[in-house]
């Protein structure tokens, strides 16, 4: 069987998470340390004890889910677990995705999500930005609403994550008025999502030079593991590629669909989720209902999908 990784961003983060993983794996919490030592922080106390609403800060979770990613790969390696054909990550999941397959290190990968987060964070004043999932709607009918609201500010399709499921963002005015479009038109559901950050929207665009400047600081190599990108849905060829596209990420939509089917056209017929929740999982399996899917949760889980994948 051929596997393929993949790796959640924000939104996967829950009080306690991993903390049965860290139990029968101390990699997972040497892992969280690590991670800490580079920012100053204690991630793992942060992680367990919460407050839940200092998780959530965009600034904390980005660095935070970075290290879950890559405790559950090392968990994952340290289990049996074959060495994957492919990775890929949804936003912030492809830093998780670049570390796994050696084009950057761990610890540079922190300290530039932490600045990528910053960057983000401060590009739109809170509250003038905002989020929204489309359910029940195929992408062209959520494109055509988006545009029917220009007049109202900028609201875009952001993330492209499965048949009928496609998240907006922009500007918090448009993003309400495309919300009610959208019931018109036959959305199933069309949610507010508790985030002020409009990421992947055209409103990132300042924060995408800044991070450039950082990128070009920093030391990436080719990737010795296939990286499909979730801008291009196709392989990162090399650093200065891995450079130019992370930067366009932040304003860019992720492709998640497309990214999926290219890695499955590409020979991939299991994907295992490695991180906390089982967001991706979920996701993969609307998009094709064919592919083996596993999320490595618990110990159990793990060692059920090494399993599962092995020969």
């Not at 106390?45 to 790969?73: C, H, I, S, Y």
């Not at 968990?75 to 949804?90: C, D, I, N, S």
């Not at 070009?216 to 090399?238: C, G, K």
């Not at 939509?253 to 979920?282: D, H, I, N, Q, Y």
Request: glycine content about 8%.
């Amino acid at each position: 069987m051929t596997a393929a990784m993949v790796f959640p961003g924000q939104g996967s983060q829950s009080p306690g998470m991993q903390a049965a993983l860290a139990e029968r794996f101390p990699v997972v919490r040497a892992t969280y340390d690590e991670a800490g030592d580079v920012l100053g922080e204690d991630l793992w106390a942060l992680t367990q004890r919460g407050p839940a609403d200092r998780l959530a800060e965009t600034t904390t979770t980005q660095p935070v889910m970075l290290a879950a990613g890559v405790a559950a790969f090392r968990a994952w390696r340290e289990a049996g677990g074959a060495r994957p054909a492919q990775v890929a990550g949804h936003s912030l999941g492809e830093y998780t995705a670049l570390v796994c397959a050696n084009a950057l290190d761990f610890a540079e990968a922190v300290a530039v999500v932490r600045r990528r987060a910053g960057l983000m964070q401060a590009a739109v004043p809170a509250g003038e930005g905002a989020m929204a999932a489309i359910l029940g709607l195929d992408d062209d009918a959520v494109d055509a609403v988006c545009r029917e609201v220009g007049d109202a500010g900028v609201a875009e399709p952001v993330n492209y994550n499965s048949p009928g499921q496609v998240v907006i963002a922009g500007e918090a005015v448009a993003v309400a008025v495309a919300i009610e479009r959208a019931k018109a038109a036959g959305a199933k559901r069309a949610i507010l999502l508790p985030v002020s950050v409009p990421s992947h929207s055209s409103l990132m665009q300042g924060a995408a030079g800044a991070l450039a400047e950082t990128l070009a600081a920093t030391a990436f190599r080719t990737p010795d593991i296939t990286v499909v990108s979730a801008v291009t849905a196709a392989p990162y060829r090399d650093a200065a590629d891995i450079r130019r596209l992370l930067a366009e990420q932040i304003h860019r939509p992720v492709r998640w669909t497309a990214t999926v089917e290219a890695m499955a056209a590409a020979g991939a017929s299991s994907f295992v989720e490695c991180g906390p929740g089982k967001v991706l999982a979920g996701l993969i399996r609307r998009i094709d209902k064919s592919l083996s899917v596993h999320a490595l949760e618990d110990p159990a889980s793990l060692e059920q999908a090494v399993a599962d994948t092995r020969g």
